[in-house]
């Protein structure tokens, strides 16, 4: 089993008393299409929005610890997936900016990022485009002042909330990351639809927007790679996300069980009941190795560890689906009921199967890497 050392177990300890302040309306803040204040100002009185940042811009450390982050999110999770995700899109919206941006441009945003002073996004999807992201139709081209952005992006996570978006297109032949500040002359914005688990979705609207050169990501035409890099830095602690969330619909599960009596006896003394509470915790268990052996071993080499990380993510998303639907099951009647916690998780735990790597695209890039002969 794989086990996590002091200075992980003090992060750890630090984002539990983030979810424990958030619990109290936590139900408030996932209902919510805009971010909620409260979570807000819990989550930036933490400062663990510095574990996202390198420290040569305000973070805690000059390489990111996808472990640190990884448990960060379970933590989170556990309570929020709006708290949550407030965190993780901190990183994956300014990891591009991190690593391909002047020192110029990170010394004007990333500080402020690791504050929370300032909400990070990433706009890659288009309304034709989800998956495959090469086909991407944004244009980014050279133009008087700078870069010209014309396009269309859709489902973008803080859309209408952040202050600035890594913005992927097409440049010629090539792919180019820019960075869009919010308030940028010809950048539309509108709400986007609603899901059902609600969340900070936005639609972009790339009118001719003119940025200065000095906001390009990366190389030019050749900065597909810092959409990899992001992904393979951050996708495994979309598993540590997953293990929290399967571990607070245990819980709540084990509450029901535990507390109410059917044929004169606690329904866990029933066996079908017991067994399946039995089995939901050995998948935790099981969910919760696998990420965290991901998450460390990405941390030295994270673009030759993403086989393994895209394993965590399957693996531990996968698993909290059935955790939560087992749950809800062992809950009768009370697992129905609009409103509840448990519904909350059923509706939260949908998602993580589909974004940042929907769970059939990740197996056939997997079996791709097997018919290869994977190290």
Not at 149 to 167: E, H, L, P, W
Request: proline content about 4%; aromatic content about 6%; hydrophobic content about 45%.
């Amino acid at each position: 089993m794989f086990d996590l050392d002091a200075g992980h177990r003090e992060v750890q300890k630090a984002a539990h008393s983030v979810a424990a302040a958030v619990e109290e309306f936590a139900d408030e803040a996932d209902a919510c299409t805009s971010v909620h204040p409260g979570a807000l100002e819990a989550l930036r009185a933490s400062g663990l929005a510095r574990h996202v940042v390198p420290a040569a811009f305000g973070g805690e450390s000059e390489t990111l610890d996808p472990l640190t982050i990884a448990v960060i999110r379970e933590a989170l999770m556990y309570s929020s997936a709006h708290l949550d995700s407030l965190f993780g899109m901190q990183g994956v919206g300014s990891y591009s900016l991190a690593v391909g941006g002047t020192d110029e441009l990170r010394r004007e945003w990333l500080p402020r990022v690791a504050a929370l002073e300032a909400i990070a996004g990433l706009a890659l999807t288009e309304p034709g485009v989800g998956s495959d992201l090469r086909a991407v139709t944004t244009v980014i081209e050279s133009a008087p002042g700078g870069l010209r952005v014309t396009g269309r992006k859709s489902f973008i996570t803080n859309g209408g909330a952040a202050d600035f978006y890594c913005v992927l297109g097409r440049e010629g032949d090539g792919h180019s990351m820019v960075l869009v500040p919010a308030d940028a002359p010809g950048l539309t914005i509108t709400r986007g639809p609603d899901l059902i688990a609600p969340h900070i979705l936005g639609e972009l609207e790339f009118d001719g927007v003119v940025v200065p050169e000095g906001n390009r990501l990366g190389v030019a035409r050749r900065a597909f790679s810092l959409m990899l890099a992001t992904l393979a830095v951050f996708r495994v602690s979309v598993a540590g996300s997953a293990v929290g969330l399967a571990q607070a619909a245990l819980d709540e599960a084990l509450r029901h069980v535990t507390t109410r009596e059917q044929f004169g006896e606690p329904l866990i003394a029933l066996g079908a009941v017991s067994q399946n509470v039995a089995l939901s915790w050995t998948e935790i268990e099981s969910a919760r190795a696998l990420t965290y052996r991901a998450a460390a071993l990405a941390r030295s080499d994270p673009r030759g560890r993403l086989d393994l990380s895209s394993i965590a993510k399957v693996g531990a998303t996968e698993a909290a689906g059935r955790v939560v639907d087992r749950s809800v099951q062992i809950m009768g009647r009370f697992g129905l009921v609009r409103g509840s916690k448990i519904e909350r998780l059923y509706r939260n735990a949908r998602p993580l199967r589909v974004y940042e790597g929907a769970t059939e695209v990740l197996l056939d890039s997997l079996a791709r890497r097997l018919a290869k002969g994977a190290s």
